[in-house]
Nanobody, 124 residues
Framework: QVRLVESGGGLVQAGDSLRLSCVAS????????IAWFRQAPGKEREFVAH????????HYSDSIQGRFTISRDNAKNTVFLQMNGLKPEDTAVYYC?????????????????WGQGTQVTVSS
C-alpha cells in the first residue's frame, strides 16, 4: 500500500507560479513511477506529467509543455510539480498517482494509488 498526500495548491493570478508536492508513505517510494493528473469541473481527469521511478525519464502533456516541470527526491519520498506561467485553463484539482514502472504512463486507469488532490485556481 502506498499513501500519497498532495499539497501546495492555492488561488493565484494568471502568470504566477506554484509548486505542488506529493509526499508518499508506505512501500518503497523509489520503486514507483509517479504522475500528476488534473480534473476540472465537468471534465475528465487528464494527464499532466510523469516521472519514472529513478527520475531518468519525464513526460508532459502538450498543454503544459515548457511551463511545468516534474521532479522527485527519493530520499524525501516526494515528487514536485513546478508550475510556471499559470493560465486560467490550468484551474483544476491536481492529483498525484503511483504505480510500479509502466508504459501507459499517460492513462489514469494504469495507476493503482492516488492522493486526495489539491485545488489550483488561476484567476485572469
Amino acid at each position: 500500500q502506498v499513501r500519497l498526500v498532495e499539497s501546495g495548491g492555492g488561488l493565484v493570478q494568471a502568470g504566477d507560479s506554484l509548486r505542488l508536492s506529493c509526499v508518499a508513505s508506505g512501500r518503497t517510494f523509489s520503486n514507483y513511477d509517479i504522475a500528476w493528473f488534473r480534473q476540472a469541473p465537468g471534465k475528465e481527469r487528464e494527464f499532466v506529467a510523469h516521472i519514472s521511478w529513478r527520475g531518468y525519464y519525464t513526460h508532459y502533456s502538450d498543454s503544459i509543455q515548457g511551463r511545468f516541470t516534474i521532479s522527485r527526491d527519493n530520499a524525501k519520498n516526494t515528487v514536485f510539480l513546478q508550475m510556471n506561467g499559470l493560465k486560467p485553463e490550468d484551474t483544476a484539482v491536481y492529483y498525484c498517482a503511483a504505480n510500479t514502472p509502466l508504459s501507459r504512463y499517460f492513462t489514469a486507469d494504469a495507476y493503482v494509488y492516488w492522493g486526495q488532490g489539491t485545488q489550483v485556481t488561476v484567476s485572469s
